[in-house]
C-alpha cells in the first residue's frame, strides 16, 4: 500500500495533469489484453493515472489484488500511476452497497457502477441506489440520467461519466445537460476494452467538446474534477 500511496501523492503534487482515465477493462472481464500490457500501452500514449476496474460482482472480487500486482509494477517501473478496481456490473440494486464495500476491503481503489445506459438491461433504480453511496467513486454512463439522481451524486460526491464508448455515449448530452444543471462532478473515460479504444488528452477534449461543453468547463472536469477523484481516493483509501 505504501507504493500507491506514495503514487497518489506524487499524483496530486502535479500542477497540470496529462491524460487520465478511470474506467478501462483487462482480460479479467471482457477486455483483450493482460493488465501489464494495457498499463504499457497507457503509459506510452502519455497516460498519467490510469485504473483498470473490471466488471464484477460478488462471484470475483477475487480479482482486485491480482490487478493491484501488475499496477503496482507500472508504478514502479513507469511512473504511472496505475489504480486496481471494479466496475460492479448488473449487481442488484439492493445489493450493490454490500458488494462495494467487499470490493474497497479487498483493495480495490476506484468503485465504478455500471449506470443504466440504454442499450442494456440494468436493473431499474441502479442509477438512484448508486447516486446514495458515498463509497462508489463513478456512476458510469448512467444513460437517461435524473435530475435526482445527479442531486444526489452531487450530495454524495459521487463522479458522473462522459464516455467516449460507442454503445454507450448517445445519452452523453442529456447527462450533460441534467448534470450541469445540478453542478455534478463530471469525469471522461472510455470505457477501454481495447487498445484502440484508448485516448489521448486532446482526444478526450474532443469528446468533451462534441458533447457539448465549453473550453472552461473541459478544463475543469479533465483538471480540477481529476484531482478532486484521486483526492476522494486517497482519503477512501488512507
Known amino acids: 500500500m505504501k507504493v500507491f500511496k506514495k503514487a497518489i501523492e506524487d499524483f496530486l503534487s502535479k500542477e497540470r ?26 503509459t506510452v500514449i502519455g497516460h498519467e493515472a490510469y485504473a483498470i476496474t473490471d466488471h464484477a460482482s460478488a462471484s470475483n472480487l477475487d480479482i482486485i489484488p491480482k490487478l493491484a500486482k501488475d499496477c503496482e509494477l507500472a508504478i514502479k517501473h513507469w511512473g504511472i500511476l496505475a489504480l486496481p478496481g471494479v ?31 440504454t442499450s442494456e438491461p440494468v436493473e431499474p433504480g441502479t442509477n438512484l441506489i448508486t447516486s446514495k453511496l458515498a463509497n462508489v467513486d463513478i456512476l458510469a454512463h448512467p444513460g437517461l440520467l435524473t435530475r435526482e439522481e445527479a442531486k444526489l451524486c452531487k450530495q454524495n460526491n459521487i463522479f458522473i461519466e462522459i464516455t467516449s464508448s460507442s454503445s454507450h455515449s448517445m445519452t452523453n448530452g442529456h447527462i450533460a445537460k441534467v448534470g450541469l444543471e445540478e453542478n455534478v462532478k463530471f469525469i471522461q473515460n ?10 489521448t488528452y486532446s482526444q478526450g477534449e474532443k469528446v468533451l467538446l462534441g ?25 477512501e483509501m488512507f
Not at 29 to 36: E, K, N, R, T
Not at 190 to 199: E, G, Q, V
Open 211 to 235: 458533447t457539448g461543453f465549453h473550453t472552461d468547463e473541459i478544463t475543469k472536469i479533465l483538471q480540477n474534477n481529476v484531482r478532486s477523484l484521486v483526492s476522494k481516493i486517497n482519503d
Open 87 to 117: 466496475e460492479l456490473t448488473h449487481v442488484p440494486a439492493n445489493a450493490i452497497e454490500e458488494v462495494a464495500e467487499k470490493a474497497r476491503e479487498m483493495g480495490a481503489f476506484v468503485i465504478v457502477v455500471h449506470g443504466e445506459t
Open 17 to 42: 495533469f496529462g491524460r487520465c482515465d478511470f474506467h478501462t477493462h483487462s482480460f479479467f472481464s471482457d477486455g483483450v489484453l493482460l493488465p501489464m500490457e494495457q498499463l504499457r500501452r497507457a
Open 190 to 199: 472510455t470505457d477501454a476494452h481495447k487498445p484502440t479504444d484508448m485516448l
